[in-house]
């Protein structure tokens, strides 16, 4: 028996952004959107994260990357 699922990580907008279609959900415009609104698939939450290391210190600022993380810890607390 496979675990159960309760959240999946996507790292990106754009990957994000591809779930969001599929499931037949209207998408946020931005990052700072996305990361803010997890949508369901199933009983499963997606949540969008950006990209780890380089990349995402890149399109992000390290004050932007904390708040971002500090939005998902506040979700995962609900």
Do not use: W, Y
Not at 35 to 48: E, K, Q, S
């Amino acid at each position: 028996m496979l675990p159960e699922i309760k959240s999946v990580f996507c790292i990106a907008l754009a990957t994000f952004r591809a779930l969001l279609s599929g499931a037949g959900h209207p998408g946020p415009l931005n990052m700072p959107g996305a990361v803010g609104a997890p949508f369901l698939i199933c009983d499963t939450r997606v949540h969008c994260v950006v990209h780890t290391g380089g990349r995402g210190a890149t399109n992000r600022s390290r004050r932007q990357i904390g708040e971002d993380r500090e939005c998902l810890a506040g979700i995962l607390r609900a």
